[in-house]
């Protein structure tokens, strides 16, 4: 797994000790769900990660899927066509492999083992997300999550922007004992911030678990909690539910928050990689259809109906699909 890694993690800076003598409200687990698996855009297998989840615990994120772990034979990496979005931003992490993403403000780029790309929709943009021509022929690992954050209603409408976040940008962390490696996206984590500028307070990191090892982080009190096992196998929370690839944890309300790997691994995924994720919520009503997040129903099909009329914009000239892709809306 070649998300940024380092070899000894003794040299990070080091998390604070959460003893039992701190003092501090430990958050404890409300559900763990596991994942429906589905494909998506030209074909390519997902874990659907929020599936069954009350979007109120969610709240501000609205959808999430895991894309792969696949090992592509020549020929056979995929990804989806031109499609619209507006009123929410995408997040697409890679953890193994590359992705090539353009969209119709001049937006995009390549990202591989370890980078994101952030991506505001706002008042409405197109897009489109595949692997490179090489990866294409070649083919090979493939791994990665898309993580869609709701706007707030002040901010449905704000210019598209994009945001190419590079690897070796997260804050490298370590936990007290260096049983753990995590890598901080967005937010703050103890003090240590993520390189992602957000318009709705969150926290996004990357957590590498050795085998037995723990990771008890502290927690912003005022934004929800959510851990998802990309692999591996171990457990959550001071009662320590367990939780293997594939599974949601939603936690309750508290502090800090804690994640623990299995002493026996599978060999293909030697440690417990976890993505945490928190929000401060937006209470706000949602409006989901399709490619659109809005407030309304009425909002939804306004964008429906400016998609259709050609308002979200062209497709660049020299951007056009490759071969095979149709232009019909997507989800992602």
Do not use: C
Request: overall charge negative; charged content about 20%; aromatic content about 6%.
């Amino acid at each position: 797994m070649p998300a940024v890694t380092v070899p000894d993690l003794t040299v990070l800076p080091r998390l604070a000790d959460l003893g039992p003598d701190t003092g501090i409200t430990e958050r404890g687990v409300r559900t763990v769900t596991t994942a429906p698996r589905g494909f998506e855009g030209e074909g390519f297998p997902v874990r659907r990660a929020f599936s069954g989840v009350d979007l109120a615990d969610l709240d501000p994120f609205i959808h999430m899927d895991q894309m792969g772990e696949v090992e592509y034979a020549p020929g056979e990496p995929k990804g989806t066509a031109w499609h619209p979005h507006r009123g929410f931003e995408t997040v697409t992490y890679i953890v193994d492999g590359t992705f090539e993403h353009a969209d119709n403000h001049g937006g995009g780029g390549l990202i591989t083992n370890g980078d994101t790309q952030w991506m505001t929709a706002g008042g409405g943009v197109l897009h489109i997300e595949r692997p490179p021509e090489a990866l294409v022929a070649s083919g090979g690992l493939f791994h990665g999550l898309q993580l869609w954050v709701n706007l707030p209603r002040a901010q449905k409408w704000a210019q598209p922007r994009y945001q190419d976040l590079r690897a070796g940008q997260a804050s490298l962390v370590t936990s007290p004992d260096a049983g753990a490696l995590v890598r901080v996206i967005a937010g703050s984590l103890d003090g240590h911030s993520g390189p992602g500028s957000t318009y709705t307070p969150m926290t996004m990191a990357h957590a590498s678990v050795e085998p037995g090892a723990l990771l008890h982080v502290p927690w912003d009190r005022e934004q929800n909690a959510l851990a998802y096992v990309l692999s591996g196998d171990g457990y959550a929370g001071a009662e320590r539910r367990p939780v293997s690839t594939g599974q949601l944890v939603v936690f309750g309300p508290g502090e800090s928050l804690r994640v623990e790997a299995s002493t026996g691994q599978e060999g293909r995924h030697p440690k417990l990689e976890v993505v945490l994720l928190g929000g401060r919520p937006l209470r706000e009503p949602v409006a989901w259809g399709g490619p659109f997040v809005m407030n309304t129903r009425e909002e939804v099909m306004e964008a429906f109906s400016d998609f259709s009329k050609g308002r979200l914009g062209a497709i660049p000239a020299e951007r056009v699909p490759h071969a095979g892709a149709s232009r019909g809306v997507q989800t992602t």
